[in-house]
């Protein structure tokens, strides 16, 4: 990355192709395992660079343990490069399509592979100008910033500044009810730890997020599911659930549902909430997808006033994947008890170079333009996706009013399992259905992420039906 210091930049220039020439004689085995290193002031003459320059590059080399240094001896060579095996960069074909494929392919998938299937945006659609300000000024922070472990709820100034956006959206609660977290996965995580013991039955939608299923198993929770409709889960069958199973949770997107993109209705929204009141019922209501929305829609979490709506979220679809952060919104009482068991777990929350990168990002005027632009970015890549899936006869479940995912049914009743290892082998990575569906009732759906579709994802698409 550049700085705003050029003669910084060129030394660094320097430094790194200084590494690359010893890397190439290595990998070309003119240097050879064991094989001492020209000294440092011969090889500063060869590559015309300063001493210095070659010290650096030496002492980085060794750092990744290419080299080692053998003091008042010199450098050495601390092996020959391992050639990179297939299996480390080729998408795992054989891998049985449950809960972990679309993650697992879509995680490990090499810089040349498409990933249509995956649940985060493409890098060029993240404010990543905003974020290099934020590591810009946090490089000039206190010492203790960059060394010492954060607090146990988190950066105060982070969570003071969700709670003004909470109140924003009618959900009333405090920095004391506000508990930062490692990401948003392990805000469930805490949840599950807190509240469920083997056995205990969870409620999910169906289709549900594919990780939700991955981490109640875990937990050797008994997994019970409710159908998803347009306006949320089937009201009448939700209450038939609870009767009959007695789930300890229910763990649900209200906003711009993963996988169908669908909306909660405010009708819904409050026979749900009737219904957990009745049956004692803990509804972990994950929003990270919130901030794509046009309007907000109803927050379960709003209208139950957190009596017994959990929320929870992150900062990686808007914001970056990379920084991972989370939070989790609930009683004060509660909270306090997640305290001890993140403390117990972690150590702590989040990184606090991680939360102070958040709250100095979205501190920054430009995030909320951001956010618009993202949102119109967002509303003509899902209608020009729209039409063009239209072509190969493949139809949405339902139009979502934001977000990146379209749920669509393949045409002819067709495997999406199937097509999506046919595609595979082509290097794309496809959602196929039933990961999300505890019941596997949704073989012939595939969910599409609409900015990580182009030309060659929609050619392979187009091979892959036949």
Partial sequence: MATDDPLEDEATTRTESVMAAIRRRIAARSLTGGEKLPSIRKFARDMQVSPSTVVEAYDRLAAEGLIRSCPGSGFYVAGAAPPVALTDVAPKLD????????????????????????????????????IRKAIRALAKAEDSMLADYGATRGSIALRRLLARQFAAEGIEAGADQILLTPSGTQAIDLICRSLLNPGDTVLVDDPCYFNFQALLRAYRAKIVSVPYTPTGPDVALFNERLATHRPRLYITNAALHNPTGATLSPQTAHRILTAAAAHDLTIVEDEIFADFEPEPSPRLAALDGLTRVIRIGSFSKTLSASIRCGYIVARADFIEALVDLQVATNFGGPSPIAAELVFRTLSDGSYRKHLAALRGRLAKRRRDVTNQLDALGIRPWTQPRGGFYLWCRLPDGRDAAEIAKTALREGVVLAPGNVFSVTQSASDFMRFNVAQMNAQAFRTLGRALG
Avoid: K, T
């Fill in 95 to 130: 891998r049985a399509i449950d809960p972990f494929w679309v993650s697992r392919q879509s995680l490990d998938a090499g810089p040349a592979m498409l990933r249509p299937g995956c649940g985060w945006l493409p890098p060029d659609w993240m404010p990543n100008d905003a």
